[in-house]
Structure formats: structure tokens, C-alpha cells
Antibody
């Protein structure tokens, strides 16, 4: 079955960096678009970034553009999120999510990991 | 930027029907998706492309989308359906957008 396992979260000071990983199994990773989605404490879901199956196309939410970088290693079936210049408002549970396929506008987030918690605090 | 608005909370008695709305400009021209997030768990896709149910999702979950409003309906609501529900759509200017979320309480 499809499994997504995030790691790399923790407590970090404002302005520092952190890299999240999402190890996947149970599907052909290299053929699917992948996303990062976050949920701040007491808040709703917020889409963060998306990367195409071959890694050639990447898009970001305005709130993280220029600070976060999404990447993937299709040989390791793993998704990454490099987070630089972290701010307190980046504190959230970060999920990786698999796209269901069907084109951008018709594409659901069909499987989600359990999330990894990032806390930005001095 | 594109926004999706949901009621903060919906209460329903066991066995009754719960309807959760999601409002956005010309939402009916886009596909709507719905996710269920139970406390302490990851989100689960319950409706995709307005009306379709993924494998394993009970038939009591259904969706519709027209005009400016998408609706998730839970018929014969059970205690296990108590959760937060989020709608989602894709907009060419904003990319992937989630609704504000609705907490469903089964009284």
C-alpha cells in the first residue's frame, strides 16, 4: 500500500534552515507529482509547494517563495523540502502528499503522510 | 487571490444528514475536492472532482458543485464522521487553495 513518511522536523531558531524528507513506497514515485502542505497550530491546511514527476517544474505558495525549495530524488523515491530563512509563522505540521493524477486542475491530494512538526522559535 | 469559505462548524445528530458548504467565486467552473481530518490523524480524501468517491470511502459521503458553492453531504451521519472537513480547488492565479475548514460535531 501507499506509504509516505516525513522526517526532519524539529525546533529551529528564526532565520535558520531545515530540510524535510518524505520517504515513499507502494507506488511508482517517479511518475507522480508530489506536494508539501502544512497546518499551523489551530489553523487550516495551507498548500506550500508542488513538484512535477521529473522535477522540472516547481511552484510555491507566495508565503514561502524565495525561501523554500522543493526537490526530489526519483532513484531514492524521496521528496524533500529545503526551508531557509525560517520565520515563527512557518511553525506548522508539514505533510507530504501524493497527487492523484489527472491534470493540474483535476488533481486531488490522494495520499498523505503523517506529518513532521516544525517549530520556529528563539 | 482566490479564497474558499466554509462555515466554522456544523452540528448533526447521529443518523441525520450533514451538509457542509464551500463558497468561492465561480467555484462551479472548477473541480472541488474534500478532505476529512480526524483528530491526531492525517487528512483523507473523501470526494474528488466534485462528486467522485475514492475506493474505501462510504457511500454516505457525496458531493455537488454548482455556481459559487460546492457541498459535501454526509447522509446517515455516524459518530466516526466527527472530524474537520476541508474543501480544495485549483485556481490559475493562486494555485492550490484550501477552504477555511468546518468542524463537524455529531451530538
Amino acid at each position: 500500500q501507499v506509504q509516505l513518511v516525513e522526517s526532519g522536523g524539529g525546533v529551529v531558531q528564526p532565520g535558520r534552515s531545515l530540510r524535510l524528507s518524505c520517504a515513499t513506497s507502494g507506488f511508482t514515485f517517479s511518475t507522480y507529482t508530489m506536494h508539501w502542505v502544512r497546518q499551523a497550530p489551530g489553523k487550516g491546511l495551507e498548500w506550500v509547494a508542488v513538484i512535477s514527476s521529473d522535477g522540472s517544474r516547481k511552484y510555491y505558495a507566495d508565503s514561502v517563495r524565495g525561501r523554500f525549495t522543493v526537490s526530489r530524488d526519483n532513484s531514492r523515491d524521496t521528496l524533500y523540502l529545503q526551508m531557509n530563512s525560517l520565520r515563527p509563522e512557518d511553525t506548522a505540521l508539514y505533510y507530504c502528499a501524493k497527487a492523484g493524477g489527472g491534470g493540474v486542475a483535476a488533481d486531488p491530494f490522494d495520499y498523505w503522510g503523517q506529518g513532521t512538526l516544525v517549530t520556529v522559535s528563539s | 487571490s482566490y479564497e474558499l469559505t466554509q462555515p466554522p462548524s456544523v452540528s448533526v445528530s447521529p443518523g441525520q444528514t450533514a451538509s457542509i458548504t464551500c463558497s468561492g467565486d465561480k467555484l462551479g467552473d472548477k473541480y472541488a475536492f474534500w478532505y476529512q481530518r480526524k483528530a491526531g490523524q492525517s487528512p483523507v480524501l473523501v470526494i474528488y472532482q466534485d462528486t467522485k468517491r475514492p475506493s474505501g470511502i462510504p457511500e454516505r459521503f457525496s458531493g455537488s458543485n454548482s455556481g459559487n458553492t460546492a457541498t459535501l453531504t454526509i447522509s446517515g451521519t455516524q459518530a466516526m464522521d466527527e472530524a474537520d472537513y476541508y474543501c480544495q480547488a485549483w485556481d490559475s492565479g493562486t494555485a492550490y487553495v484550501f477552504g477555511t475548514g468546518t468542524k463537524v460535531t455529531v451530538l
